[in-house]
């Protein structure tokens, strides 16, 4: 998947012991980790804590190309 112009392209991933879901989405310029996980489908799954590159962000962080989300599971 290809970002147009104006949009950023960024994965958002769910991690498990036994597997994991990514996704690739594009977004428009300006979007929020939330707006991602809405897009990937996988927002029912944020239940707890959320990341960028492994650092916690909160769900209204603005997303910058390439950024990879990540669902935190708890431990």
Do not use: C, N, W
């Amino acid at each position: 998947m290809a970002a147009t112009k104006g949009e950023l392209l960024v994965e958002v991933v769910h991690a498990l012991p036994q597997r994991e879901r990514s996704v690739r989405v594009s977004v428009p310029a300006g979007a929020t980790v939330r707006d991602a996980l809405e897009k990937s489908g996988l927002l029912p799954l944020a239940r707890g804590k959320v990341g960028i590159f492994g650092r916690v962000v909160r769900a209204d962080t603005p997303l910058q190309p390439g950024d990879r989300v990540v669902i935190y599971r708890p431990l």
